[in-house]
């Protein structure tokens, strides 16, 4: 398995480079959208997958990460100002972007949000705006895998694996726990961030709690726990519903089914397949080891 | 003051139907370890179930009993062996997702193969206003919370009182040594998931006259029971009734006085303020878990 990764790494970063060629403008929208989400899968599934904590709140902090870059585009600042100011900015309470107009739009929502630009290159455009979000989110999912292996990862997988004796071991389980949210939260206000370049026009629907659980449905789905869980996961949440469009008004009944069907099938997440095959292996090798030294002893009993 | 008691005799009657829902949640919770993430469309499904029966001219307490017997069947019986026992050894997670799944399925199915309009339900009361102290009170208010109240307090009595009741509860505590007493733990359960069936059909005949019948009548409510069992105490069916009154006079009340937009939030603000200082709810007790 291990001489494969990094060829198939390799392969899939090449896929993602050449994916826009295959598309129109809204596979591309799609494709980025789906990148975005991937973004803030990968912080909640540092939340509930490493570090074993419940977080129906994911989606707030991606609606404000998307509101602060939003307002303060709108006020004429830079999209480079609003990016850590979204990652930073995650303690206000979603509602008050419903109700407060005249900075929000309310329930109207903002529109004409501008896309950034870096370097003085535009990004304004489909093309380069995905893969400006390819990059942010390889960087992202870069840090990500740096921390995982880091003494922070590892405490946070002990904190999940049993909180008791993670506290026994000297882990301050509180601040863990905390930063295991922060991080998650960071991303997700990231995430928020591009979000609101992307489709340009923002209301507090996409933010409300209905979110939040498809968020965590969609860390489930990929494999909590699993590092490319959110790309799969993600997937799953992004883009089957369009696929299932010829479904028409079913296409969302096919949808919810289908996710039913595939948590019975797979209650650990789709990348708990090879895991399933590997015990499977290995349960296959034991019972012929077993079987071996029972026929071994049985001739020695003879002899 | 008037003002005030009118907004409390209402919010009362929208907090008992938040109750039943809740108390469902709490029952599933303790029997299975299950969060029910489609307890909203478990009262949505069958509101639509008996505007079906209905239309096929059948009397609403005949659509009712009817509308009990599909639900324990599907809702109870084909939802426990088809969702929550393959998943029920995998944890929380992958049960609590399935339901969520389900829930998208049942709003769309309704939504994609009945009707997306929302329907008018008869009132199982009749029209009737009564004058008390200047509180001007509706029949359907004061019936759906008396007989709201009545169910809750009689599935507590039935849990408390009865021999089945017990052994139910025996089941939630200690599920191996209630095997070991001889009792039945599939089939405890499996009352578990008909009691919740038939509360849910109860809530959807008592929600439905007010708040019409919709495909999505279901997210908000089961929102709101959720906040409700949890405010009350997961592990606690009394709770659930103290959980959904508290956020049925509250929301009430916030609309009238504080502002109409911010009525949704307030379950969470008293959620969150309940969870600051007594994390395991109003009526919870701390269960302790082994290293």
């Known amino acids: ?303 | 003051m008037t003002d005030f008691l009118q907004l409390l005799f209402s919010g009362m009657s929208t907090g008992a139907i938040y109750a039943l829902a809740a108390l469902g949640f709490t029952l599933l919770w303790q029997a299975s370890g299950t969060i029910n993430f489609a307890q909203g469309e478990f009262v949505m499904l069958p509101a639509f179930m008996m505007l079906a029966f209905l239309s096929a001219g059948l009397p609403l307490w005949a659509c009712f009993v009817l509308t009990c017997f599909v639900a324990v069947f599907v809702l109870g019986w084909a939802f426990k062996r088809g969702v929550v026992d393959p998943l029920f050894r995998h944890g929380m997670m992958p049960i609590v997702v399935a339901t969520i799944g389900l829930a998208i399925a049942m709003r769309n199915a309704v939504r994609a193969g009945y009707s997306a309009e929302a329907h008018p339900f008869p009132s199982l009361f009749p029209d009737a206003i009564y004058q008390i102290a200047g509180v001007t009170l509706t029949l359907q208010d004061l019936g759906t919370f008396v007989l709201a109240l009545a169910l809750v307090l009689l599935t507590q009595a039935f849990l408390g009182r009865t021999v089945t009741g017990r052994a139910m509860q025996a089941v939630a505590q200690n599920t191996e040594s209630a095997s070991v007493l001889g009792i039945n733990v599939p089939r405890m359960i499996f009352y578990t998931f008909a009691i919740n069936a038939v509360l849910a059909v109860a809530a959807a005949a008592l929600v439905a006259p007010s708040y019409l019948a919709k495909f999505d009548m279901g997210e908000g409510l089961g929102n709101k029971a959720f906040f409700a069992a949890i405010i009350g105490g997961f592990n606690n069916s009394r709770g659930a009734l103290l959980g959904g009154l508290i956020v049925g006079v509250c929301e009430n009340l916030a609309a009238a006085y504080i502002s109409p937009a911010y009525k949704d939030a307030v379950a969470l603000v008293i959620f969150m303020i309940v969870i600051l200082f007594k994390p395991q709810g109003l009526l919870g007790k701390k269960v302790e878990r082994k290293v």
């Open chain 1, 1 to 303: 398995m291990k001489k494969f990764t990094l060829p198939l790494l390799l392969l899939a970063f090449a896929v993602l480079l050449a994916a826009p060629m295959a598309f129109k403008s809204y596979g591309l929208y799609l494709l980025t959208y789906w990148l975005v989400f991937i973004i803030a899968i990968m912080g909640l599934n540092l939340t509930i997958g490493y570090a074993g904590q419940k977080s129906l709140g994911h989606a707030a902090f991606f609606g404000i990460g998307a509101y602060t870059v939003a307002i303060m585009m709108k006020a004429g600042l830079s999209f480079w100002l609003g990016l850590p100011a979204a990652a930073l900015l995650c303690f206000v309470v979603w509602l008050v972007f419903r109700n407060e107009e005249w900075l929000t739009g309310g329930t109207f929502g903002l529109n004409n949000i501008a896309r950034p630009q870096l370097f003085g290159l535009s990004l304004e455009g489909n093309l380069a705006y995905y893969y400006f979000v390819l990059a942010i989110t390889l960087l992202l999912g870069g840090l990500l895998w740096g921390l995982l292996r880091s003494p922070w990862g590892k405490a946070f997988t002990a904190l999940r694996d049993n909180p008791i004796r993670a506290e026994s071991l000297g882990i301050d389980i509180r601040r863990y726990t905390l930063l295991s949210f922060a991080i998650g939260a960071a991303y997700a206000g990231v995430a928020g961030a591009l979000f609101a370049s992307l489709v340009q026009f923002i209301d507090p629907a996409p933010f409300a709690i209905a979110s939040s659980i498809m968020m965590y449905l969609m860390v489930v789905l990929g494999g909590p726990g699993y590092f490319l869980g959110p790309v799969l996961g993600s997937a799953v949440g992004v883009v089957l519903p369009e696929w299932l469009r010829f479904a028409q008004g079913w296409y969302l009944f096919v949808f919810g089914s289908a996710v039913v069907l595939l948590m019975i099938w797979l209650p650990d997440g789709l990348l708990s397949i090879p895991d399933r095959f590997k015990a499977r292996k290995q349960a296959r090798q034991a019972s012929a080891a077993r079987a071996a030294s029972a026929q071994a002893a049985a001739k020695g009993a003879q002899a």
